[in-house]
């Protein structure tokens, strides 16, 4: 099955890096969010397309989802979180949830930060490895990935693709999740996915 033009200039970008060198390519890969399905797919296809030969370029797969609940989890404070939720919901307090948001947010910046459990998972891999983050959305609202991406870049001298749900607002505004104001920030090439006939 033939990539979508989208994911092939993708993954393009990634061999001519790993073929001539230079700045390794850092590409956030904007779709709706109701097709996260068909884009997880569509990494799949490409992870292949990348291994194959003649590219044989390896591939790890990061799920930010499960990056969040390791940090949650480990901070101690899933129980408590889990309560503050629960009532805020409960009571339909917009305050009592935003606090819980940021108190996420917060674990997620505290050593180790999720940047820093980015660079553990691809710690240890072959250079010829592209990193492929997925399930962002599960960060949403507690963390903006903007940061996220500016910190890795410093540190990962690979080719780092994020999937991103939400939408394009002009040329370089993304909307996290397709409910967040706009973030025009991003240091990354901004490839969306074109919605097909």
């Given at each position: 099955?033939?990539?979508r033009?989208e994911?092939?200039?993708?993954?393009?970008?990634i061999a001519?890096?790993f073929?001539?060198?230079?700045?390794?390519p850092?590409?956030?890969?904007?779709y709706?969010p109701k097709?996260?399905?068909e884009v997880?797919?569509?990494?799949?296809?490409l992870?292949?397309?990348?291994?194959?030969?003649?590219?044989?370029?390896?591939?790890?797969?990061?799920?930010?989802?499960?990056?969040?609940?390791?940090?949650v989890?480990g901070?101690g404070?899933?129980?408590?979180?889990?309560?503050?939720?629960?009532?805020?919901?409960?009571?339909?307090?917009d305050?009592?949830?935003?606090?819980?948001?940021?108190?996420?947010?917060?674990i997620?910046?505290?050593?180790?930060?999720?940047?820093?459990r980015?660079?553990?998972?691809?710690?240890?891999?072959?250079?010829?490895t592209a990193?492929f983050?997925?399930?962002?959305g599960?960060?949403?609202p507690?963390?903006?990935?903007?940061?996220?991406?500016?910190?890795?870049r410093?540190?990962l001298a690979?080719?780092v693709?994020?999937?991103?749900?939400?939408?394009l607002?002009?040329e370089?505004?993304?909307?996290?999740?397709?409910?967040?104001?706009p973030?025009?920030?991003?240091?990354a090439?901004i490839?969306?996915r074109?919605?097909q006939?």
């Open positions: 099955m033939p990539l033009e994911t092939e200039g993708i993954g393009e970008r001519a890096h073929k001539a060198g230079g700045e390794p850092f590409i956030l890969y904007q709706a097709d996260e399905w997880r797919k569509e990494l799949g296809e992870r292949r397309w990348l291994e194959a030969p003649p590219r044989t370029i390896a591939c790890a797969s990061i799920s930010l989802a499960d990056l969040f609940w390791q940090a989890e901070s404070y899933l129980d408590e979180l889990v309560a503050q939720e629960r009532e805020a919901t409960a009571t339909a307090n305050s009592a949830m935003r606090e819980v948001h940021e108190a996420v947010g917060e997620l910046r505290q050593p180790p930060t999720l940047p820093d980015v660079v553990a998972e691809v710690d240890g891999c072959d250079e010829r990193v983050l997925y399930r962002a599960a960060l949403y507690a963390y903006r990935t903007s940061t996220m991406l500016d910190d890795l410093g540190r690979r080719p693709t994020l999937l991103y749900p939400g939408r607002v002009g370089y505004g993304l909307r996290f999740m397709d409910k967040s104001e973030t025009y920030g991003y240091r090439l490839v969306p074109e919605a006939a």
